[in-house]
C-alpha cells in the first residue's frame, strides 16, 4: 500500500498524567505504559482539523496512552508512541476509512470538534450534539518547520499493528503547563472518569497547517 496522506489546518495535542492503573486498563496485554512518574502514566489528548483525504475534510478527536516505541535497526528514533483507546470524528466515512485501513477503535456516532485560536492560545471543544466531551486548551511557544516521527498501535484480535506517522507543518512544543482540560461525563470518556488525569497538561504540542503521513501498516 502506498504512503496515506491527511492534510489539516490544525493539529492540537497536550499530555496528562494520570493514574498508572487506568493507563494499564486502558492498554492491550501486549504494551506497557510509559510512566512519567514512579505510578503515573501518560493520557493523551490530539484533536485535528482535517482540510483534505481520501474521505474529505473532517474532524477528529483521539483519546490515547502513551506507551515505549518499538525501535528499529538504525532508524529514526520516534518522539512519541501511541495506543488510541478510543477515536471519534465528525463523519462517517472517516470512521468507516479508519476503522477498515488503521483497525482504530471508535466512538460510532458523529462527534464535533471546535477549534478557536485567540492571542496565541487554542481552545478545543468536542462534543456530540451539544453533550460535552472535553474542552482543552494550549498556547503557542517558539513556532518551527518540522518533521517528526510518531508510532501507534492498534488492535484487531488476535492481529497487532503498528503504524509509523510522521507529521510536517509548523510547530510548537513546550513544558510551561499553562493549558487546561475539562473532561465531562461522556461515553467517549468512560475509561478516565476514575483514572485521576491532571487538569492541565504538562507538555503542549500544536502544528499548523500541515501534512499527516501514515507509511503501511506493520503486524506485530
Request: aromatic share 10%.
Given at each position: 500500500?502506498?504512503?496515506?496522506?491527511?492534510?489539516?489546518?490544525?493539529?492540537?495535542?497536550?499530555?496528562?498524567?494520570?493514574?498508572?492503573?487506568?493507563?494499564?486498563?486502558?492498554?492491550?496485554?501486549?504494551?506497557e505504559?510509559?510512566?512519567?512518574?514512579?505510578?503515573?502514566?501518560?493520557?493523551?489528548?490530539?484533536?485535528?482539523?482535517?482540510?483534505?483525504?481520501?474521505?474529505?475534510?473532517?474532524?477528529?478527536?483521539?483519546?490515547?496512552?502513551?506507551?515505549?516505541?518499538?525501535?528499529?535497526?538504525?532508524?529514526?528514533?520516534?518522539?512519541?508512541?501511541?495506543?488510541p483507546?478510543?477515536?471519534g470524528?465528525?463523519?462517517?466515512?472517516?470512521?468507516?476509512?479508519?476503522?477498515?485501513?488503521?483497525?482504530?477503535?471508535?466512538?460510532?456516532?458523529?462527534?464535533?470538534?471546535?477549534?478557536e485560536?485567540?492571542?496565541?492560545?487554542?481552545?478545543?471543544?468536542a462534543?456530540?450534539?451539544?453533550?460535552?466531551?472535553?474542552?482543552?486548551?494550549?498556547?503557542?511557544?517558539?513556532?518551527?518547520?518540522?518533521?517528526?516521527?510518531?508510532?501507534?498501535?492498534?488492535?484487531?484480535?488476535?492481529?497487532?499493528?503498528?503504524?509509523d506517522?510522521?507529521?510536517?507543518?509548523?510547530?510548537?512544543?513546550?513544558?510551561?503547563?499553562?493549558?487546561?482540560?475539562?473532561?465531562?461525563?461522556h461515553p467517549?470518556?468512560?475509561a478516565?472518569?476514575?483514572?485521576?488525569?491532571?487538569?492541565?497538561?504538562?507538555?503542549e504540542?500544536?502544528m499548523?497547517?500541515?501534512?499527516?503521513?501514515?507509511?503501511?501498516?506493520?503486524?506485530?
Amino acid at each position: 500500500m502506498p504512503l496515506t496522506q491527511y492534510k489539516f489546518k490544525h493539529a492540537v495535542s497536550a499530555f496528562f498524567e494520570m493514574s498508572r492503573d487506568a493507563a494499564k486498563r486502558a492498554l492491550p496485554a501486549h504494551l506497557e505504559a510509559m510512566e512519567v512518574k514512579h505510578s503515573l502514566g501518560v493520557f493523551a489528548v490530539t484533536a485535528f482539523d482535517f482540510t483534505g483525504s481520501e474521505v474529505g475534510s473532517y474532524e477528529e478527536l483521539v483519546l490515547a496512552v502513551i506507551t515505549p516505541p518499538v525501535l528499529g535497526v538504525g532508524g529514526e528514533f520516534p518522539r512519541s508512541a501511541f495506543y488510541p483507546f478510543v477515536v471519534g470524528t465528525s463523519t462517517e466515512a472517516s470512521r468507516l476509512h479508519a476503522i477498515e485501513r488503521w483497525h482504530l477503535p471508535h466512538y460510532m456516532a458523529d462527534i464535533r470538534v471546535e477549534f478557536e485560536e485567540k492571542d496565541g492560545r487554542m481552545n478545543v471543544h468536542a462534543h456530540e450534539n451539544g453533550r460535552g466531551i472535553l474542552d482543552m486548551s494550549v498556547s503557542a511557544h517558539k513556532w518551527t518547520r518540522v518533521n517528526h516521527l510518531y508510532q501507534a498501535f492498534t488492535v484487531d484480535p488476535p492481529r497487532n499493528f503498528k503504524a509509523d506517522i510522521h507529521m510536517e507543518g509548523a510547530f510548537t512544543e513546550h513544558e510551561e503547563e499553562s493549558g487546561e482540560i475539562v473532561i465531562h461525563p461522556h461515553p467517549m470518556c468512560e475509561a478516565l472518569l476514575k483514572a485521576d488525569v491532571a487538569s492541565y497538561p504538562f507538555r503542549e504540542l500544536w502544528m499548523k497547517d500541515g501534512v499527516q503521513t501514515f507509511e503501511e501498516l506493520q503486524t506485530l
